[in-house]
Nanobody, 122 residues
Framework: QVQLAESGGGTVQAGGSLRLSCVASGGNFSSYGIGWFRQALGKQREFVGGISWTGGSAFYADPVKGRFTISRDLVKNTVYLQMNRLKPEDTAVYYC???????????????WGQGTQVTVSS
């Protein structure tokens, strides 16, 4: 059983940056890919990006390409989501999730964190 915990959310002005962290515990983390999702109020959860835990390659949804970067620290069992040039439409609860293979579909993921709120003011 893998436990995930996000942190780093907050309120930032448009154009600013935040870095979210996803710390994993309780499992063989090298077996999992990690995805980041977000859910804005009244909207469906959407894929933000993901990273293969062992391969290190990251991939992104179109709305965040060029602004967001996913990286991982194998020693700390942590995956990061660096968010730059934030826009008001990035406002959402952000979740990390673990799957045997990271991809854009939420039903691929077996374990989820509790989420962290990101609010971008205009």
């Amino acid at each position: 059983q893998v436990q995930l915990a996000e942190s780093g959310g907050g309120t930032v002005q448009a154009g600013g940056s935040l870095r979210l962290s996803c710390v994993a515990s309780g499992g063989n983390f090298s077996s999992y890919g990690i995805g980041w999702f977000r859910q804005a109020l009244g909207k469906q959860r959407e894929f933000v990006g993901g990273i293969s835990w062992t391969g290190g390659s990251a991939f992104y949804a179109d709305p965040v390409k060029g602004r967001f970067t996913i990286s991982r620290d194998l020693v700390k069992n942590t995956v990061y989501l660096q968010m730059n040039r934030l826009k008001p439409e990035d406002t959402a609860v952000y979740y990390c999730a673990a799957a045997s293979m990271a991809g854009p579909y939420s039903n691929w993921y077996d374990f989820w964190g509790q989420g962290t709120q990101v609010t971008v003011s205009s």
